[in-house]
């Protein structure tokens, strides 16, 4: 047959496509018929998109084992006998496959290194998990990714991280029940849900505007027996056990991290509690002595009025200025201290807008303090 396809086996025994269609193309001859080129489960390799009626078949045998087949549109001539193709195709594609599957392999390690990297150094949950949708899609080169979060009140999937044709073609949160899907079956049951046909499956919705995939996989985020998310992803081609084993470990990960966030949000809404009891306890001293102070003036605002009238009207004026300005603050700081809003789980952002607004309300607290303080002081008493 010649050294011209020799020449390929380098890059065919690394995983290199283009090599492998070189070859393919050389041991048909000059003019050959559309082919298509199948591995050993019938999926798509190289060639044609699909070949609905092939006229010949030609299969890829290496070491008595079947590694996939040749699959042509005419019956015509080719260069060499269907045996010596056969066999070639089959050493090829025994080293391609190989090569191809110790790629994945490295890549899979490569995502899971990379999630556990980004779990131990991101402190933003929604950064975290929108980079985490972005590494599932680019190493492992899946399509459509989602990664929604469980809201047990409702009981439905918040889908707000995506990645793959998803993040480009569907914008905002949508919101999916759990007795719906593949999504929410992976919440029902708690455990991983492999659809390898979904346009079989009566449980997969297609978003709309999106054309659908062949393949789902789905696989809860959990801690203990409690659901946290989904870590979903769909393709062209079947998923394996391997698929499922390493977005198994990433959704460990990012377990972990869901849970970490939330332990940081109770931890600043406990100092949060703490930061409102003690400006509570500052209010309820500083409101006492305000309250004394009136008391005082009040007290003293008849004898001002017979001693001179005019220094009684001033008296009352500044009574009158101090209960508006007191009523005033009174009414603005209760209302900072009142209820706040019950922060979602795993949106640690909100816990940290809360302290930054804990902050101003302390710096208006002292100014105000001191305005009233100002006010309400005996005459002749300067503060510092």
Same mark, same amino acid.
């Given at each position: 047959m010649g050294n011209g396809p020799l020449q390929h086996w380098a890059a065919i025994a690394a995983g290199d496509? $283009?090599?492998?269609q070189q070859l393919v193309q050389t041991l048909l001859g000059p003019r050959h018929p559309a082919w298509i080129l199948l591995d050993a489960q019938s999926e798509r390799l190289l060639g044609e998109t699909r070949m609905a009626h092939p006229a010949r078949q030609i299969d890829a045998l290496f070491a008595g084992r079947l590694h996939g087949c040749l699959q042509l549109a005419e019956k015509t001539p080719l260069l060499h006998h269907d045996a010596a193709i056969g066999a070639h195709l089959g050493l090829a594609l025994s080293l391609f496959l190989e090569a191809r599957t110790q790629q994945l392999l490295n890549e899979r390690f490569r995502l899971i290194a990379q999630i556990g990297a980004l779990v131990a150094t991101e402190t933003d949950l929604d950064?975290?998990?929108?980079?985490a949708a972005d590494l599932v899609h680019e190493r492992l080169a899946y399509p459509n990714v989602d990664i929604p979060l469980y809201d047990a009140d409702r009981d439905e999937l918040?889908?707000?991280?995506?990645?793959?044709?998803?993040?480009a073609s569907i914008q905002g949160e949508d919101r999916l029940p759990t007795a719906q899907g593949i999504m929410g079956s992976a919440v029902r049951e708690r455990r991983t849900q492999r659809v390898n046909d979904i346009a079989n499956d009566p449980r997969y919705a297609c978003p709309p505007g999106v054309v659908p995939a062949r393949a789902e996989l789905a696989v809860p985020i959990m801690h203990g027996a409690e659901v946290l998310g989904v870590l979903n992803v769909e393709s062209e081609h079947?998923?394996?056990?391997?698929?499922?084993?390493?977005? $198994?470990?990433?959704a460990e990960y990012l377990g972990a991290a869901i849970m970490t966030a939330r332990l940081q949000a109770q931890a600043r809404q406990a100092a949060v509690m703490s930061e409102r009891q003690r400006l509570a306890r500052e209010l309820h001293d500083n409101v006492t002595q305000l309250l004394s102070s009136i008391n005082l003036i009040a007290q003293s605002l008849s004898s001002a009025w017979q001693r001179n009238p005019e220094e009684g009207q001033r008296r009352t004026g500044r009574l009158q200025e101090l209960v508006g300005?007191?009523?005033? $603050?009174?009414?603005?700081?209760l209302r900072e201290l009142g209820p706040t809003e019950r922060n979602t789980p795993g949106?640690?952002?909100?816990?940290?807008?809360?302290?930054?607004?804990?902050?101003l309300r302390r710096d208006g607290l002292a100014a105000t303090i001191e305005r009233l303080a100002r006010l309400s002081a005996p005459e002749g008493l300067q503060l510092r």
């Open positions: 496509s $283009e090599a492998l950064a975290l998990l929108a980079r918040v889908i707000r991280f995506r990645g793959g044709h998803y993040k079947p998923f394996d056990d391997s698929d499922a084993q390493s977005l $198994e470990i990433v300005l007191s009523l005033v $603050e009174m009414r603005a700081l949106t640690p952002a909100q816990s940290d807008n809360l302290l930054a607004r804990e902050q």
